[in-house]
């Protein structure tokens, strides 16, 4: 059984990852990110943080680094931390407020 939760959290990680690539290709592509919502993002990200912080805190309390070793979890956790911060670069730098287009323009 423990072989099949291992697979399954590297199918995690693998859906993890594609999850994000259309949403990061459409905001570039349409040079806007107006339609969807940054509040979900920075939800994510404090997830992400937290998940990354919860396995460095473990490996200082217990003086063993193998937590790292949990390839899943510190994949999710980097993907997340790394594709909200593209996607809030996208929507905070990239494309402001003031140079958003109307969604009329875009749809």
Sequence with gaps: WIN????????????TFVKYIPQAWMNFRRKSTVGWHI???LLDLTGGIFSFLQMF??????????????????GLSLFSIGFDLLFITQHYICYPPSKRPEIEDII
């Design 4 to 15: 099949l939760v291992y697979w399954l959290s590297y199918v995690k990680l693998f859906v």
């Design 57 to 74: 805190i473990d490996a200082i309390n217990e003086d063993n680094w193998s937590a790292f070793t949990n390839y899943s979890k510190l």
């Design 39 to 41: 509040g979900n993002v």
